[in-house]
């Protein structure tokens, strides 16, 4: 979701799936039919080159570094080589049609991102989607141009191309789609649209990433709403809420309409706080982190007021990538610019959150994940892969070594829970600094931090305080292994709950272990960035929060009202309460 309200009418557009054809040629027709593939895929490559020149003479608020990144995701799932060698098999082997072998080789890469527990990962399956489509389009010698078209609204459903520019409608228009391409949202900010609704998508969707950084009212995941609204009804957009409202009554729209005044106010008012320092009532400095996705998002975690990265994820670098993972070059470079967009303020950089799912490996390796009963939460991830693929693991380490060069630069373990684990850890990263002066590479020191996300983490700190330098909390995952729910199921997802008793006792836990011994503790999951929870975290003794760089000045503004000293005997009472959400909503 993106935050804020919008209310207009609504504009529905054509679904965005192609309809393809499916027969069997004839074995002369092989290679005709992979030359066909070959030349669209080409198009589309071509259009997303011009579409990063056109970006590239932009300023962050028409382009936000955001799409930028999207667009070379795109770029490089349609130059991912295990494409085209899948596409090759289904019309060599299975003497599939052109099109046909496209769209079965990309369902094939798609239920490799359905596999993936990690949720960002997971929702990159709809970057696939809208690649296929585009070179199904330059297929048909469709794909369309990238230029303003002026149509007046009708009673049909009308394509995104058509209306996104168009700047003769004076009603505010909201846009319903099954989902929006990068392509669509790179024009949003120019367009007459005052927010958007898809049926697709999540909170780490590209889609929603990207409102975010756009500051623009969205709703992702509504299921069927392209079905069930009709063109030009009125419908209002929460996007704090995550709700939208069909043909409101004339008091709602009005209730709504002063909603939206206030949120406008408030915004403008929270923009001021952006040089304030984040210091409480009585004197406590709390430090506003911020987490990014990609190297290009330093520059909004600056913009916002963030005082460093508490939480660079790599994996962004690895996503997608089947088997041809990114070099040490390549991440060297990544991790530079991050380090650099900061200018002097630290990076905390985070080795590899991933599954061991099938994007990961080599091309037709299918020796794990095929059993349908396997959990991948409980399986080969994060650290546990790292410590499996230990030559991967070192040119990620030798990379994030050659990065301190240019800045601060703390590393992250996370998912670790053994103290065999750490040890091996440490070893390896010995490792990689041996290599590097073998090599007469140069390196900078680092600061070694490690993921509290593991309830047998939480209950042995005093293990991981003797060799860690600071840690960091990720309660996503903290409250899914402690309450045994995977939070990717919906059947199960209103039992995930930050106020569980256990939940609060591990967090607290943590922080005061590491308050006592002198080591540096923060919390970077969804409970940071959560303003409900800012003042039993400061509570609980917590000066350290990293978020999403949209939510830093709202949390700096329940700093800036709060006094610690008064709010640790309250947080202790909460601690002891069986429903503590409910102390917590009295105050």
């Known amino acids: 979701m993106a935050r804020g309200i919008a209310i207009g009418r609504a504009v529905l557009v054509a679904s965005s799936r192609v309809d393809v054809a499916h027969y069997f040629i004839d074995a002369g027709q092989v290679l005709s039919e992979i030359d066909r593939v070959r030349l669209a895929r080409n198009v589309v490559v071509d259009e997303i080159h011009r579409l990063q020149g056109t970006i590239a003479q932009m300023g962050p608020k028409e382009a936000p570094h955001e799409l930028a990144a999207l667009l070379d995701v795109h770029l490089m799932l349609l130059q991912d080589e295990d494409l085209i060698v899948g596409v090759k098999h289904w019309i060599s082997d299975r003497l599939y049609n052109a099109e046909w072998a496209l769209t079965t080789q990309l369902e094939v890469i798609a239920r490799q991102f359905d596999e993936m527990e990690d949720q960002y990962l997971r929702e990159r399956k709809a970057d696939v989607e809208q690649i296929t489509e585009r070179v199904l389009r330059a297929m048909k010698g469709a794909v369309a141009p990238f230029a303003p078209a002026k149509q007046a609204r009708g009673a049909r459903k009308t394509s995104q191309q058509d209306l996104l520019l168009d700047d003769t409608v004076d009603v505010p228009l909201v846009l319903v789609a099954h989902d929006l391409s990068p392509n669509d949202m790179l024009q949003f900010k120019q367009s007459v649209f005052a927010g958007f609704i898809t049926d697709v998508g999540g909170r780490t969707s590209h889609t929603a990433i990207v409102a975010r950084s756009m500051d623009i009212p969205a709703v992702v995941g509504a299921r069927l709403a392209s079905q069930l609204v009709r063109q030009d009804d009125w419908v209002i957009i929460d996007g704090d809420a995550g709700v939208m409202i069909v043909d409101p009554s004339p008091i709602i729209l009005a209730e709504y309409g002063f909603k939206q005044r206030q949120g406008e106010l408030e915004r403008t008012r929270l923009s001021r706080l952006r040089h304030t320092p984040a210091i409480t009532l009585d004197g406590q400095k709390i430090e506003l982190l911020a987490n990014i996705e990609m190297p290009e ?135 990689a600094r041996a290599e590097l002066d073998n090599r007469g590479v140069a390196y900078g020191p680092l600061r070694l931090g490690a993921m509290i996300e593991i309830p047998a983490a939480a209950l042995t700190l005093k293990l991981f305080l003797k060799y860690f330098d600071f840690l960091s909390i990720g309660t996503n995952d903290l409250i899914q292994y402690t309450l045994a729910i995977d939070r990717a199921d919906e059947s199960v997802a209103h039992l995930y709950d930050p106020l569980h008793p256990a939940v609060l006792y591990l967090v607290a836990h943590t922080i005061a272990e590491c308050n006592a011994q002198g080591k540096g503790v923060s919390v970077c999951g969804e409970m940071a960035g959560d303003t409900s929870l800012t003042r039993l975290l400061l509570g609980m003794g917590l000066r350290s929060f990293s978020m999403h760089p949209a939510q830093i000045l709202a949390v700096k503004q329940e700093v800036l009202r709060a006094d610690t000293g008064k709010l640790k005997m309250w947080a202790e009472r909460v601690m002891l309460e069986d429903e503590p959400a409910f102390l917590l909503a009295g105050n």
């Open 297 to 431: 998002d330093a520059a909004g975690a600056v913009e916002a007021g963030a005082v460093g990265v508490g939480l660079f994820r790599s994996e962004f670098l690895f996503m997608g990538r089947l088997g041809n993972l990114p070099d040490e070059e390549e991440q060297y470079q990544a991790y530079r610019r991050a380090v650099e967009g900061m200018h002097g303020l630290p990076v905390t950089i985070r080795t590899v959150d991933i599954g061991a799912d099938k994007p990961l490996e080599k091309s037709g390796d299918r020796t794990y994940r095929d059993d349908a009963h396997l959990n991948p939460a409980l399986g080969l991830r994060a650290i546990r892969w790292s410590l499996a693929d230990p030559s991967m693991f070192l040119t990620q380490l030798r990379a994030i070594l050659r990065s301190a060069l240019h800045g601060q630069v703390n590393l992250l373990v996370p998912m670790l829970a053994h103290g065999s684990e750490i040890r091996q850890t440490l070893s390896l990263l010995d490792h």
